[in-house]
C-alpha cells in the first residue's frame, strides 16, 4: 500500500504557539494553505470539527476548488445531520470536484461540553452506536442500487436512496477514531481507515493487533492513520532548540489565554470524561517527556488531553526515520500537521515529505524482494 501524507487546514491561522490573529474565515489563507499542502507533496488534507467552527464541507469545497490534486478529509460528529443528506452532499462534492478526492471522518468521542453546544446530551456508548448505525446507512446509501429501508435504534429510513452517487469506484473513504471497547468495536465493523494519535511505538502496535484482530472477527481489514506534529531542524541540536521554544512559547500563551482557537486547543472541562484516546497520551506523557528515542511528549503534558500534540524531533532523515517505523508496523497513512502550520507545511515539502516517501518506498521494495525469495 503505497504511503499517504495527510495535513490539516484551518480557516485562520493559529496553533498552540500563537493566538489566532484575523477573521474566523479567511478565504484567502484556506486558498493559501490549501495550495501550501500541494506544493508540498501532500495527498490529503483534514478539516477539522467543533460545534463552534466553520462548516467542514464548505472549507472542503473551498480547498478543492483552490487546489488540483489535494483530496480532503472532512471530519463531522454523527448525530446532527441525517446519514442519508450527508451520504448525498459527499457525493455531489465529489462529483464537483473531480471526482476522487473526497473522504470523510466519524467523531464520536471527544468534548461532552462541545456536543452540547449543539444540543447532544447522549452519553458515549450510545453515540458510538449511533456513529455504527450512521455508517451503516451512509455506505448503503451511497451504494445501494434500489430504495431500502433501515430500522435501527438510532436512524430509520423507509425508501431511502440516492440518485447521485459516488464519482468514482473507490467510493468515499470512511475514517474513524477511538480506543474505548464500543469505539474498537463500531470501527473494526465500519472503518476503512482507523486514526490512531501518536503513541509510543509498542503501545501502537498493541491497537493495530487488537483493532486488526476485531476487524478480522468482522471478516473485514483495515488501514492505519498515525497523527503527530513533527519538528524539524537542520541538526539534531537545533531540532530540539526548536521544541524547547515551542514549550516556552505555549506554556506563555497558556498563561496569558490569548489563543481562543478551540479547533486545535480544546480541552475538556474538568468534570469531562477525557476520552480514551486523550487519556492514553496523558499516560505515556507522565512516564516521561522522550520515548523511543525522538518521541517528545512536553507539548501533551502541558496542554492536557487536548488530541494530537506529540511531536517527532530531529533532522528531516531522523524523523522520517521515526515515522517509517510506525509503517513497519502497518500504519500506511501520516497526519502531520505543524506548530507554525503554514511554516512548517513549506519546510516539509523540501526534505520530510521526499524522505517519507523514499523510505517506504525502499521498505516495500525489499518486502517484495524477501517475498519473492520465498517464492523461489
Same mark, same amino acid.
Request: proline content about 4%.
Given at each position: 500500500?503505497?504511503?499517504e501524507?495527510?495535513?490539516?487546514?484551518?480557516?485562520?491561522a493559529?496553533?498552540?504557539?500563537?493566538? $489566532?490573529?484575523?477573521?474566523?474565515?479567511?478565504?484567502?489563507?484556506?486558498?493559501?494553505?490549501?495550495?501550501?499542502?500541494e506544493?508540498?507533496?501532500f495527498?490529503?488534507?483534514?478539516i %477539522?470539527?467543533?460545534a &463552534?467552527?466553520?462548516?467542514? !464541507?464548505?472549507?472542503?469545497?473551498?480547498a478543492?476548488?483552490?487546489?488540483?490534486?489535494?483530496?480532503?478529509?472532512?471530519?463531522?460528529?454523527?448525530g !446532527?445531520?441525517?446519514p442519508? $443528506?450527508?451520504?448525498r452532499?459527499?457525493?455531489?462534492?465529489?462529483h464537483?470536484t473531480?471526482?476522487?478526492?473526497?473522504a470523510?471522518?466519524?467523531?464520536?468521542?471527544?468534548?461532552?461540553?462541545?456536543?452540547?453546544?449543539?444540543?447532544? /446530551?447522549?452519553d458515549k456508548?450510545?453515540?458510538? +452506536?449511533?456513529?455504527g =448505525? /450512521?455508517?451503516e446507512?451512509l455506505? +448503503?446509501?451511497?451504494?445501494s442500487?434500489?430504495p431500502f429501508?433501515?430500522?435501527?435504534? !438510532?436512524?430509520?429510513?423507509?425508501?431511502?436512496?440516492?440518485?447521485?452517487?459516488?464519482a468514482?469506484?473507490?467510493?468515499?473513504?470512511v475514517f !474513524?477514531? %477511538?480506543?474505548?471497547?464500543? #469505539?474498537i468495536?463500531?470501527g473494526?465493523?465500519?472503518?476503512?481507515v482507523?486514526?490512531l494519535?501518536?503513541?509510543?511505538? #509498542?503501545d501502537?502496535?498493541?491497537?493495530?493487533?487488537s483493532?486488526?484482530?476485531?476487524?478480522?472477527?468482522? %471478516?473485514r481489514?483495515?488501514? /492505519?492513520?498515525? &497523527?503527530?506534529?513533527p519538528?524539524i531542524?537542520?541538526t539534531?541540536?537545533?531540532?530540539?532548540e526548536?521544541?524547547?521554544?515551542?514549550?516556552?512559547e505555549?506554556?506563555a500563551l497558556?498563561?496569558?489565554?490569548? &489563543?481562543?482557537?478551540?479547533?486545535?486547543?480544546?480541552?475538556p472541562?474538568?468534570?469531562?470524561?477525557?476520552?480514551?484516546?486523550?487519556?492514553r497520551?496523558?499516560? #505515556?506523557?507522565?512516564?516521561?517527556?522522550?520515548?523511543?528515542?525522538?518521541l517528545?511528549l512536553?507539548?501533551?503534558?502541558?496542554t @492536557?488531553?487536548?488530541?494530537?500534540?506529540?511531536?517527532?524531533?530531529?533532522?528531516?532523515?531522523?524523523?522520517?526515520?521515526a515515522?517509517?517505523?510506525?509503517?513497519?508496523?502497518?500504519v500506511?497513512?501520516f497526519?502531520?500537521?505543524? /506548530?507554525d502550520?503554514? @511554516?512548517?507545511?513549506?519546510?516539509?515539502?523540501?526534505?520530510?515529505?521526499?524522505?517519507?516517501?523514499? @523510505?517506504? +518506498?525502499?521498505?516495500?521494495?525489499?518486502?517484495a524482494a524477501?517475498?519473492? =525469495?520465498?517464492?523461489a
Open positions: 500500500m503505497p504511503i501524507l495527510l495535513g490539516m487546514i484551518a480557516t485562520t493559529g496553533s498552540e504557539t500563537r493566538a $489566532v490573529d484575523g477573521p474566523v474565515v479567511d478565504a484567502a489563507y484556506v486558498r493559501e494553505f490549501s495550495r501550501a499542502h506544493e508540498a507533496g495527498d490529503r488534507v483534514l %477539522g470539527y467543533s &463552534s467552527s466553520p462548516d467542514g !464541507f464548505a472549507v472542503a469545497a473551498a478543492l476548488h483552490s487546489t488540483e490534486r489535494l483530496k480532503v478529509l472532512i471530519a463531522h460528529r454523527p !446532527f445531520v441525517a442519508t $443528506v450527508v451520504a452532499k459527499l457525493a455531489t462534492l465529489d464537483l473531480g471526482g476522487g478526492r473526497v470523510i471522518h466519524h467523531i464520536s468521542g471527544g468534548s461532552e461540553s462541545d456536543q452540547r453546544r449543539d444540543g447532544d /446530551f447522549s456508548s450510545d453515540r458510538y +452506536r449511533r456513529t =448505525e /450512521f455508517i446507512v455506505r +448503503r446509501t451511497l451504494s442500487d434500489e429501508d433501515y430500522h435501527g435504534d !438510532f436512524y430509520r429510513v423507509e425508501g431511502a436512496f440516492s440518485a447521485v452517487k459516488p468514482t469506484d473507490d467510493g468515499i473513504p !474513524f477514531g %477511538g480506543l474505548s471497547d464500543g #469505539a468495536e463500531v473494526a465493523r465500519g472503518a476503512d482507523y486514526m494519535f501518536g503513541e509510543p511505538l #509498542a501502537v502496535a498493541e491497537h493495530i493487533r483493532i486488526r484482530a476485531a476487524a478480522a472477527r468482522e %471478516g481489514t483495515v488501514e /492505519f492513520s498515525l &497523527s503527530t506534529r519538528i531542524g537542520a539534531e541540536a537545533e531540532a530540539w526548536k521544541a524547547e521554544r515551542i514549550y516556552a505555549t506554556e497558556i498563561a496569558s489565554r490569548a &489563543s481562543g482557537n478551540t479547533l486545535t486547543f480544546a480541552r472541562a474538568q468534570h469531562e470524561e477525557v476520552p480514551v484516546s486523550a487519556d497520551l496523558q499516560q #505515556a506523557a507522565r512516564r516521561g517527556d522522550v520515548h523511543d528515542e525522538r517528545w512536553g507539548i501533551t503534558r502541558l @492536557g488531553p487536548a488530541g494530537n500534540s506529540t511531536a517527532p524531533v530531529g533532522t528531516p532523515e531522523q524523523v522520517a526515520e515515522l517509517l517505523k510506525y509503517y513497519d508496523l502497518g500506511t497513512r497526519l502531520i500537521r505543524g /506548530f502550520p503554514l @511554516g512548517d507545511v513549506r519546510d516539509w515539502g523540501a526534505e520530510l515529505v521526499p524522505a517519507l516517501r523514499e @523510505g517506504a +518506498r525502499l521498505r516495500d521494495e525489499a518486502t524477501q517475498s519473492d =525469495e520465498r517464492v
